[in-house]
């Protein structure tokens, strides 16, 4: 290959540099997910890119590329170069990839150089690069020790987590608190978008010489997202310290999570039109995706102190009222799930305590 024209193989410092990404693919593609500092900037649309298919199936590689060169000519060219040397000038040491690290993202390249602007791709493009991080997330998950925060729901444990240098906020990247009431108004990441995301955090997290990973306690599933089949394993086989908070700090925790935070997101979210539902429906909703697991009398008590609290914040002003289903909502559901589910952990169990106790044992503890 000629020096004019380079790839890029080390994919691990794609990571630890966080190189800007163009990626070339057609939007439906980069909709299945792709990788961190990743930008959809395509080489075809997905039209385009159904008709390229169809002619190489029917015709070959070579018809198909001369479609693709009909396709993308003149003014449709000119934009797309634009956009492309935009962005590349916009950031520096960006890096080109699509599908396989072949046709696409070399033509791209040869157009780009003729205009004076040299990019390296990435060898093997998406399917290489997606590989070694699936790989390279599995190595890491075997070879860190693995601590979990545990602790019942509103014990700000993500609180927590965020102020740990050595630890990995999982809810954060999966965009989901990880309850049934966790979900924000954003959508959440694609499923292959979350596992491109979580390798890179841990490969950053291996770079920065933590010799611990830390996690939140959570199930393999944050709300839609799931963390790959063997890393959970792995990760479950770490040593388990609970975070232990008074109940009344917890509800205070959730109330500022779940409604004052919430409220504002969701109806701005709303309003913008990026979310199809306000928060009380939001919340309406929740309560009916766990109605069998509350039962018909908890589930028509909690909705309607729900509903009296929304009616009294829209009268007064005042959403306190919500702190009285959010309590009965923590003992009578959350709480007896948590205690079976600490009940199945108790041999991993290594410490528990409050937040500065907990705090103090993280810096003490030795490692293995």
């Known amino acids: 290959m000629s020096p004019s024209f380079p790839l890029i193989d080390d994919y691990r410092r794609l990571i630890t540099e966080k190189r800007p990404l163009i990626d070339l693919r057609a939007p439906a593609e980069f909709a ?8 959809n900037l395509p080489l075809l649309s997905d039209e385009e890119r159904e008709a390229v298919g169809t002619v190489y199936k029917r015709e070959g590689n070579a018809a198909a590329v001369a479609l693709g060169h009909r396709l993308v000519t003149g003014a449709v060219k000119e934009e797309r170069m634009r956009a492309w040397i935009d962005f590349i000038r916009r950031h520096p040491g960006t890096v080109l990839f699509c599908w396989r ?44 020790e693995t601590l979990i925060i545990g602790g019942r729901t509103g014990s700000g444990k993500t609180l927590l987590i965020d102020e740990l240098p050595d630890a990995i906020d999982l809810e954060g990247l999966a965009r989901h608190r990880g309850s049934a009431f966790g979900r924000y108004a954003a959508p959440q990441p694609p499923q292959i978008g979350f596992e491109n995301a979580l390798a890179a955090a841990q490969i950053l997290h291996d770079d920065a010489g933590h010799r611990r990973l830390i996690i939140e306690d959570e199930s393999r599933n944050i709300g839609q997202r ?12 770490g ?20 409604i004052l935070y919430a409220q504002k997101e969701y109806d701005e979210a709303h309003a913008r039109g990026d979310a199809p539902y306000n928060w009380i429906e939001t919340m309406r909703h929740n309560f009916r995706r766990i109605r069998k697991r509350l039962g018909g009398e908890r589930y028509t008590r909690f909705l309607a102190m729900l509903d009296s609290a929304w009616e009294y914040q829209q009268r007064s002003g005042d959403p306190a009222r919500h702190k009285e289903w959010i309590e009965a909502l ?7 799930m948590y205690d079976w589910q600490i009940d199945n952990k108790k041999e991993r169990i290594v410490f528990r305590g409050d937040r500065k106790a907990v705090l103090e044992y993280l810096k003490n503890m030795p490692s293995d």
């Open 32 to 39: 299945k997910g792709s990788f961190p500092g990743a930008v």
């Open 101 to 144: 690290g072949g046709q696409r993202s070399q033509i791209v390249q040869e157009w780009l150089a003729e205009a004076g602007v040299v990019v390296p791709r990435i060898r093997g493009g998406y399917k290489a690069f997606r590989r070694f991080l699936m790989e390279e997330s599995l190595r890491l998950g075997r070879a860190k």
């Open 226 to 237: 799931y963390i790959p089949h063997e890393l959970f394993a792995e990760f479950q086989k």
């Open 239 to 258: 040593r388990v310290i609970l975070l232990e908070v008074p109940l009344q700090e917890r509800i205070e925790i959730t109330y500022a999570d779940y």
């Open 330 to 336: 923590l003992t009578e559901y959350y709480d007896p």
